[in-house]
């Protein structure tokens, strides 16, 4: 069967998440129900390569699928966008991929950007797409912290009680934290992460930020290895998934 | 009565515009509304910069009101913030103003902001905020006509039938395209614009970025002095005020 790549854009607001579930809408469902229109007698199963929790949004998340016949790429995005419907999800671009290709496990690369609005004032037009922290955050503080936590180490105090990953043993490669005006912008890059990981890191964060823990508090929170060392979890709808790095991009 | 200055922020999909109408909600009754909570037996007017019509955004709106007694402006603008409720509006800054300050014509200049969404696929994290248009734009065609519609005209030809301005004639102090990636935005300020213009502006540029007009054309249809030489009014989605000047700035 043809595989496919998309590069999908979605809101987090209105689904479960990314997987499958009983309990709602999530945007694997919705995708494979639009794909499947094209091939009525057959069912579609979407992969994708970063499962985003309930809420979270993604601005380029990759998603592989294997249709019943070939068809143009340019048609099925077309028609998989016109079968969404009213969802906030969209494809981007689709490609033919070769049969080796896998959203999830080639990918080599993630990135997700946090975004934390610092103001008094509760968001309008950035409302679902931010954490909303009313106290005024010391980004350089945040950064201090964000330096310790980069490398490769054992992420257990960030890691969700339900993470089905073997090792709690990840490379972080990147997290910055930056300020445009009222945005603290927190982006995360690793091959891959535990469950919540970056919502974890954030959660501590903040408390730096705050001036409630220094940056050695985390540290010590990363060396403890136990969860209940570290912050709590950040909100999900500051998180997007931004990018997704494989060794040979299948948009190129 | 004291008089305060507002800087308010709001998403204009759910109102009918900022003025208020019979037809359903405007951000003026919302606000009036909600500030009129502090004062019950008084009723709030609220008077904007600039007068946005239904479905235009603002990041930052200049609304002044007076109070029948005084408040502390940290408090109005908490006070207001809560009773707007689940309205997407919210008042970023609250200041006393002198007596003399007047949000409307007291201010000298006013931006705003046109984002067109230039890409086969529809907006998902940006549905509307944006106009999706799909043929690929040619910003630089867009820019050369845009220059040609700087400075003082007769803007007849991009002047809404509705437009109450006394004169036609507008100084337009600034058009200026570029590319985001698959965003083009445009910028426009003047002291003042006609009811509409910017939209008209935008309806036409866009013309120039499908090839199907030069800018030489644009500049024909500025001479006519008449509003059916100009191209289409582009959707209220993609528009968005985003500041307004004043000689003292309130704020500051």
Redesign the interface.
Known sequence: MPRYALLV???GAGFVGWQRQETGLSVQQALEEAAARLTPRDPVVAVAAGRTDAGV?A?AQVVHLDLARAIDP?RL??AV?FHLGAH??????AVRAPAEFHARFSAIGRAYRYDILD???????L?GRVWHVKRRLDEAAMQAAAALLVGRHDFTSFRAAACQAASPVKALDRLDVAREGDLVRIVAEARSFLHHQVRNLVGTLKLVGEGRWTPADVAAALAARDRSAAGPTAPAEGLALTAVRYAADPFA
Chains 1, 2 share one sequence.
Request: charged share 40%.
């Open positions: 854009e979605y809101d949004h601005d340019l995005r077309e966008n906030r999800v969209s494809v981007v671009t103001r008094r004032a509760r968001p309008a037009l409302a």
